[in-house]
């Protein structure tokens, strides 16, 4: 079931620098939300805080809240791993684990969260997260193959099955084309917008044009300046932002200007 993110007032630091400040923001259910913005702005750091990834460098924290459909992902009672679960995740490159096969490694989240489960029942799980990621046709005759075994995209698109294998409530991914073909990111980006009939997705792009074409609404970050933390700068619907956004900074990168 798809969620709703509520974000107020998130300040994120590592130890005693604030990587990012004052973040509010709401990510509608069942669309995909794009943040852009020039490299060291905190956009991926701020994503990584929507599943508490970050914290897994050390002296990360936050302060403010990230409400799911008014749970706190930041209560003292959360358990970072359930959070992770529910908020699934894919990488810059595809990392599929290279020991594992193909049926393996969508499997291994189930795994990891200690469920146990028929072969029948792992045999539908596998069978189904590979359809949904349009990658079931391509290796349904091989899935004990080593996952590593496949193309990039297919691997990128491997990893997605893992992620949703979990049936999380939101899909995070970071550059999640940026290592792939062109034809492969029209694979993916095709991908996207099937997904998002079922969870809530949240992609961080350097590619103004894929920010265009995938995303509903629009985030972008900048620096005030150096050693400055990253900000939000302005949100809207992608179509408003691309054609007349609010902001002049947000005008100037998108046109090119810098970043």
């Not at 594992?100 to 028929?118: F, H």
């Not at 509903?216 to 620096?223: E, V, W």
Request: overall charge negative; hydrophobic content about 40%; glycine content about 8%.
């Amino acid at each position: 079931m798809a969620k709703s993110i509520d974000v107020t007032d998130l300040n994120i630091y590592y130890g005693d620098f604030l990587a990012v400040q004052d973040v509010n923001i709401t990510i509608p259910a069942r669309a995909v939300t794009a943040f852009i913005g020039p490299s060291g702005c905190g956009k991926s750091t701020f994503l990584r805080s929507l599943n508490r990834m970050h914290e897994v460098i050390r002296g990360a924290y936050v302060d403010g809240k990230v409400l799911v459909d008014g749970e706190d992902l930041y209560a003292q009672e959360m358990d970072p791993v359930n959070v992770r679960r529910k908020i699934g995740m894919v990488f810059q490159r595809p990392n599929p684990f290279p020991t594992m096969s193909i049926a393996e490694n969508v499997l291994a989240g189930q795994r990891l969260n200690s469920k146990r489960m028929k072969k029948s029942e792992a045999d539908d799980v596998v069978e189904q997260s590979l359809r949904r990621a349009g990658l079931w046709a391509e290796v349904k005759e091989r899935l004990d193959r080593p996952g590593s075994s496949l193309s990039g995209g297919q691997q990128q698109r491997l990893c997605i099955a893992r992620a949703i294998a979990v049936e999380p409530e939101v899909l995070l991914m970071d550059e999640p084309c940026s290592a792939l073909d062109p034809i492969s990111t029209s694979v993916i980006e095709d991908l996207i917008h099937e997904l998002k009939n079922d969870y809530t997705i949240v992609i961080v792009t350097h590619n103004m044009q894929q920010a265009a074409r995938v995303s509903d609404q629009t985030a972008f970050f900048n620096l005030a300046g150096v050693g400055q933390p990253g900000r939000l700068v302005e949100l809207g619907p992608t179509e408003k932002m691309f054609a007349n956004p609010d902001d002049p900074a947000t005008e100037a990168y998108i046109q090119g200007r810098f970043g």
